[in-house]
């Protein structure tokens, strides 16, 4: 029985080193949730389990308790940062090979005192994106299918190796869990700290993907725009001279031939003064707009 | 793929080795799927949960064939454990784990799910949680392992095909619950001896 024994020991073992930064966030009345110590102060959890800004007690695995202070959450993508009052957590390990379908996974959490808990799957997509709400998406998806019990929001999935491979955020969607990959989550973690918000850049247009009218040569290969065909009053493209019917190509020297191009080309330029590039007529023009910022929702 | 046929030829030997152990329970008058339990000493004592005992008379159906009417010795509700005795000597008997298992360890699940043959579900232990009814708690073993109706009463093995607890119930998301080997055992110790065996709990 080598084979069952060995994989038994190496899960168990993985699951006792991964508990080591996996903790018990307090934030809301129903049931605990997870989180995973990314360094010795933060942790990274997921946002909807945070339901109040403060008092926030994050339970080590020793049952140390420590206050925590809101430092930024993101509704998109589902993930919430909370500073420590002091370093008490032992931070994980990210993993060093990108993620592979098929590959094993524990999902790790800690939503009560009584322990670490997991389950075990294999990664079931990798790198998918996932559109929270019409024209807002979360990019470096994963899934699995590793069991997602109550209070496993904003725990680690670790490899056999106890490496962090992403954080479980929503919990179960369509039978499988949605997990953000860990060099995304840690990106968004050191924004979340730096700021508190990951602001979104709005123009206040409705478009639909048109294509450009015959003759009108953009100089690269780029066949369809963005139509607008409704403009909200006193928005920044209002204010920028956007008219319905114009057919926006590019911001920012970014090309937009469908909606999400743009959405993305206008995610980190809120406050800034950008230059949209839009067919008129039969004319190509040049505005200049200062995008708005969207204020984050919740899902 | 060695790995992959290691993992099966291990699991079928383990399966098979644990078998002669298992027995399938049902209730004599009534419907149901019945369930599974467990030849806990060769002595003829059986374990399942009292769910599936309930309180009529019972058949017990080892996998040689034999079939026995079973003596009901004992059922706590609290802990769904029922504990019966067969009319014969020198059974097959289980191997029970000693201690508790590690959170991540490998578990295997074998019973009746559904009515089915008997079927075999893999996952991991999940965590040990304290399940409190009516101020009383007791501990209990979670599983990722996929248990159905007709799992009741059947074992949830380790990798080295010892009992780690008795599978007891499924709850929704796919967890799976199980009753200790040590609170087995510990039942088995206190209402199993032939000199202070009281009737059946009506509980």
Known sequence: MDTLKSLSEGLAEAVRKGAASTVLVEARESYGASGYAYRADRVLTSNHVVEREGPITVRMPDGDAVEAALAGRDPASDLAVLRL???????????????????????LARPTEEGIQATLGVVSIVGGRYQVWPGSFVEQVMRTDAAAFPGFAGGP??????????????????????????????AIAEQLDRQGN???????????????????????????????????????????G????????????????????????????????????????????RLEVKPGQLAPRRP | MNLAQAFAEELQRLVSLVRPGLVQVRRVRGSGFGG?????????????????????????????????????????????LALLELPARDLPAVRAAGGKPRVGELVFALGYPLGDPEALSTGIVSGLLR??????????????????????????????????????????GGQGWAVPAWAVELFVAAYGSADRAPAAESA
């Open chain 1, 85 to 107: 009052q002091r370093p008490a957590a032992s931070p994980g390990e990210q993993a060093q090979l990108e993620p592979q379908v098929g590959q094993l996974v524990l999902a």
């Open chain 1, 198 to 240: 990951l602001p979104r850049g709005y123009l206040g247009i409705r478009s639909q993907e048109s294509e450009l009218p015959r003759g009108i040569s953009l100089g690269r290969k780029q066949e369809t725009g963005l139509m607008v065909i409704g403009v909200e009053k006193g928005s920044p493209a209002e204010q920028g």
């Open chain 2, 36 to 80: 599974a339990g467990l030849i806990w000493r060769p002595s003829g004592l059986v374990v399942t949960n009292a769910h599936v005992a309930g309180r009529g008379p019972l058949e017990v159906a080892l996998s040689d064939g034999r079939r026995f009417a079973a003596k009901s010795l004992a059922a706590s509700r609290e802990m769904d």
């Open chain 1, 157 to 186: 999935l670790v490899d056999p190796d106890w490496r962090f491979v992403g954080l479980n955020t929503f919990g179960l969607r369509f039978g499988s869990s949605l997990v953000i990959s860990a060099p995304r989550a840690l």
């Open chain 1, 242 to 285: 956007l008219l319905v019917g114009d057919i926006v190509v590019a911001v920012a020297q970014s090309p937009c031939a469908e909606a999400r191009e743009l959405v993305q080309a206008l995610a980190d330029k809120a406050g800034q003064t950008v230059t949209l590039e839009v067919v008129r007529g039969a004319h190509p023009v």
């Open chain 2, 131 to 172: 399940y409190g009814e009516n101020g009383r708690t007791r501990e209990l073993i979670r599983t990722d392992a996929l248990l159905l109706p007709g799992n009741s009463g059947g074992p949830l093995l380790n990798a080295s095909g010892e009992v780690v607890g008795i599978n007891t119930l499924a709850a929704f």
